[in-house]
């Protein structure tokens, strides 16, 4: 809404805050240092009525500071997949024709492995023919629980920048608080 001075009226919370100082410049407090407001609540009103004296009406000025919380949150396994290499490998000996490509060898049977490139061969001679010599290195897949002291820090920044992106521009960051939960 567009302020008008001469139109009575009230400041209110815009947001659930913690209220730090309140300097009425024209109206009256409804609130004091301390106090614990929610969004939607009276700060400053702009009737003043005191007993034996004429209701007043303003449009209610002044200042109010208050801290509003932001949350954020993060949660992650506190385990890791690990691969484990068992020690067996298989190598496989591929040619590309055209745009698919035929194995010398049958594929490969680990049901879990880790693949490199070992060698390619050029053996063309008036036609390109590269044979491609893959290594299937087979591996077991564990669940080891992470490096504590790591994930709590990942878990941090990422609950603290989540909870950073919601607060305004002009606002000023003066604390923040974290709190960790196991399931």
């Given at each position: 809404?567009?302020?008008d001075?001469?139109?009575?009226?009230?400041?209110?919370?815009?947001?659930?805050?913690?209220?730090?100082?309140?300097?009425?410049?024209?109206?009256?407090?409804?609130?004091?240092?301390?106090d614990?407001?929610?969004?939607?609540?009276?700060?400053?009103?702009?009737?003043?009525?005191?007993?034996?004296?004429?209701?007043?009406?303003?449009?209610?000025?002044?200042?109010?500071?208050?801290?509003?919380?932001y949350?954020?949150?993060?949660?992650?396994?506190?385990?890791?997949e690990?691969?484990?290499?068992?020690?067996?490998?298989?190598?496989?000996?591929?040619?590309?024709?055209?745009?698919?490509?035929?194995?010398?060898?049958?594929?490969?049977?680990f049901?879990h492995?880790?693949?490199?490139?070992?060698?390619?061969v050029?053996?063309?001679?008036?036609?390109?023919?590269?044979?491609?010599?893959?290594?299937?290195?087979?591996?077991?897949l564990?669940?080891?629980?992470?490096?504590?002291?790591?994930?709590?820090v990942?878990?941090?920044?990422?609950?603290?920048?989540e909870?950073?992106?919601q607060?305004?521009e002009?606002?000023?960051m003066?604390?923040?608080h974290?709190?960790?939960?196991?399931?």
């Amino acid at each position: 809404e567009v302020y008008d001075e001469n139109t009575p009226c009230n400041i209110i919370a815009a947001k659930d805050a913690l209220i730090e100082s309140v300097v009425p410049l024209a109206g009256h407090a409804a609130v004091k240092a301390g106090d614990t407001v929610r969004a939607g609540d009276l700060l400053i009103s702009g009737i003043v009525w005191d007993p034996g004296y004429p209701r007043l009406e303003f449009a209610a000025r002044g200042e109010v500071i208050g801290s509003v919380w932001y949350a954020g949150g993060a949660s992650t396994s506190i385990y890791e997949e690990a691969r484990i290499p068992t020690g067996r490998t298989y190598r496989q000996r591929v040619i590309p024709i055209g745009g698919d490509s035929a194995a010398v060898e049958p594929d490969c049977t680990f049901e879990h492995y880790d693949v490199a490139v070992v060698e390619r061969v050029d053996i063309g001679i008036f036609l390109p023919v590269i044979i491609t010599e893959y290594e299937y290195s087979e591996v077991t897949l564990v669940q080891q629980p992470r490096n504590f002291d790591e994930l709590c820090v990942y878990l941090e920044e990422t609950a603290y920048f989540e909870a950073l992106a919601q607060v305004p521009e002009d606002a000023e960051m003066v604390s923040h608080h974290t709190i960790f939960s196991m399931d």
